[in-house]
């Protein structure tokens, strides 16, 4: 089992900054696959960030960075919109000879106003 305990949310005004954190359990931190979803009031959970790939909709103003040693995932946000507004939640995907396994954060809110 993998827990996974994200921080940094909060309120800011639009334009400014915000760098999340997501913190996991376990010794094999370096092989998990981590992303970043959000999920804003009504809509679905999407997609924000991964090694390989950002929603269009954060791209140049997203990044998403690691560091292996203190098992955490990290989310900067520069540039925030209204839009981006949401609860942000962090995966980690697990391969294992039995198969892949999800584990998700708690969430943390982001607000942007305007």
């Known amino acids: 089992q993998v827990q996974l305990v994200e921080s940094g949310g909060g309120l800011v005004q639009a334009g400014g900054s915000l760098r999340l954190s997501c913190t996991a359990s376990?010794?094999?931190?370096?092989?998990?696959?981590m992303a970043w979803f959000r999920q804003a009031p009504g809509k679905e959970r999407e997609f924000v960030a991964d090694y390989t790939s950002y929603a269009d909709s954060v791209k140049g103003r997203f990044a998403i960075a690691r560091d292996n040693a203190k098992n955490t995932v990290y989310l900067q946000m520069n540039s925030l919109k209204p839009e981006d507004t949401a609860v942000y939640y962090c995966r980690a995907t697990i391969n294992m000879l039995s198969g892949s396994y999800d584990y998700w954060g708690q969430g943390t809110q982001v607000t942007v106003s305007s």
């Open positions: 376990g010794r094999a931190f370096s092989s998990y696959a």
